[in-house]
Structures are given as structure tokens and as C-alpha cells.
């Protein structure tokens, strides 16, 4: 089960990688946008955009009904409207963070003179993510590339012991040892 959920991770930041490859790529002219609503209904939005990803958080009231519907949008990275909005969300006093690549911004977003609304907007860089995203999948390679040389070099696939003069089960670790389609109970190494 550990495996699997380990696997299944795996998987899942190799397509992340793949994404933020791809959206890297593409931000050096196109600016990437995806915005959904909370079953709260509350917007909150993604972009992909020179440098890196862009997470905006708010309580800009959208519809509940359509929770979940993601909309995405595309421009240009000179659009000057995009260039104003997110300026206007990292412009002081609302930054309190910028580091590397990294920015944190949040206060008070003032859309009509009636729909006032709190949002936090967060940067991440490209580098970062591809570093996340590409570190996470090693393990379970790192796994099975153990478990491919313990089976070749007659060793127990669970604990490493030596059982290459053992029948049915480790005797470090007791794990069953399996056989394999020539009837040997562990290939024997090569010399
Ligand atoms: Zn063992």
C-alpha cells in the first residue's frame, strides 16, 4: 500500500515536472492563467508567468454552483492589463516577501467601491518547482533499483541479508523469499 501511494506520488510529480517544464518553456512569450472557485465561492487562480508560478488566494465571491469549474485564460507576457493587475498585488505595502524568485504579497483588494476583498498571492519560481517536483520521484526508482540488485546479488529484497544457502524464508528478517520462473529460489550472483 506504501508502495503504491509512493508510486502513485511518483507519478504525479512527474506529470508536475513535465507541467512546469512546459509552462516554463511557454512564459517566455505567453502568460498562463487558470482560475476556479472554492465550494466556499471564493475565487482563486493560478498563472504561469515570466520567472515563475503565481498562486492568488481570495475571498472575491464567484458562484458556488460552478465550485471546482476551472477557466483558463492565455496572454501575451506584455499584456499591459496583466502587468498592472500583479503589480498592483506585489505594490507596498502588500509585499512582505521577495527572495530569489520567491514573493509573498496579501491585503486588501478594492475591485468596486462595494466588493471589497482580502486575497494573499504567492510566487514561486520555476527553478524551485522543477527541483520539488524532480527530487520527489527518486525514491521509488531508488527502491526498485535496490530491490533489482539485492534479487541479483542473492540477497533478501527486504533486509539485504545474504540468502543464497536459504530456502523459504530470510533468516535475518523472515520475509518470504520468492521464486522466480527457473525454480531457483534467488538467481545467484554472477561472478
Ligand atoms: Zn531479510
Redo the contacts with the bound molecule.
Sequence with gaps: MARRISLLLSLLSTVLLLATLTFWYRSRHHVDIATFCTPAGYYQGLAAQHGGVLLFFSTIPGGKESAWEIHGASTTTDDPQFIDFRDSLFAPPAERFSHLGFRLAGGILTLTPLLISRYTVLALPYWFLVIVFGILPLGPFRAAWQRRKRRRGG???????D?RASTEK??????VIPFYADNTVTPVAKA
Excluded at 155 to 161: D, K, Q, S, T, V
Excluded at 170 to 175: I, L, N, V, Y
Design positions: 540477497l533478501c529484497i527486504a533486509c539485504g541479508y540468502i530470510c533468516p535475518e528478517c523472515g520475509a
